[in-house]
């Protein structure tokens, strides 16, 4: 019983930190994204807090990242996306390709 308990003190902080998460907030109105880059953090789960304030709908996507979800207008949603290697991820809003694309930047160390 002894050595369980030891070797679960010598694992669970590894698993807890595994599981840190890192959250950012995105707002879309009508196909304009704010902030259009989103910093994070590498080996952290990221979770981005969506926001579609626009009168139309809106969608978060990256063929990068494999990832995408439609929000009605005045929904709100949350994407979560494995930690990241260092390096820029593009997104878009599928309704509206002829605006801006947005940037996600995963590096070592965020501000």
Known sequence: ????????????????????????ELTINNGVFTPQVL???????????ISNIGEQPAEFESTQLRKEKVLAPGASSVVVIVPLREGEYSFFDDF????????????????
């Open 39 to 49: 910093n994070v953090p590498t080996k952290k789960i990221i979770r981005i807090k």
């Open 1 to 24: 019983m002894r050595k369980i308990s030891l070797l679960l003190l010598l694992i669970l902080p590894f698993y807890a930190a595994a599981a840190e998460k890192f959250t950012v």
């Open 96 to 111: 509206h390709l002829d605006l801006p694309k947005g940037k996600i930047i995963a590096s070592e160390e965020v501000e």
